[in-house]
């Protein structure tokens, strides 16, 4: 159950991303075995959100008119989800 929803949780965020960042074209949503993603009660994804090693993805990460654009997507795709797991229609972040 907890890795059925990991996977929707992720989709959300993966929907909800390319408002304030560039989104891998390809395959966006990938699974991997990490240690950090089996809680056994609460949904884990993992974002990555660029590579230092690129010049345009770490000069883009170095403005922080980026990094907040970036948070506020996360953060509404943690609203969302939760929010909708809960039944919960309280306080949700727009997305951007």
């Known amino acids: ?10 989709e ?3 929907n909800t991303l390319p408002a ?6 390809t395959t966006p949503h990938r699974a ?3 240690a950090v993603l089996k809680a056994p009660d609460v949904p884990a ?3 990555e959100l660029g590579y230092l090693s690129n010049t345009q993805d ?3 990460m170095k403005t922080e008119a980026w990094r907040a654009r970036v948070a506020q997507a996360v953060a ?4 969302v989800h939760f929010a909708a797991e809960t039944g919960n229609s309280g306080r949700q972040a727009a997305i951007p």
């Open 45 to 47: 994804v993992l974002i």
């Open 58 to 60: 770490e000069a883009e």
């Open 1 to 10: 159950d907890t890795m059925n929803r990991s996977a929707h949780f992720a």
């Open 32 to 34: 991997a075995g990490f």
């Open 76 to 79: 509404a795709a943690i609203d």
């Open 20 to 25: 304030a960042t560039m989104v891998r074209p």
């Open 12 to 14: 959300t965020v993966v």
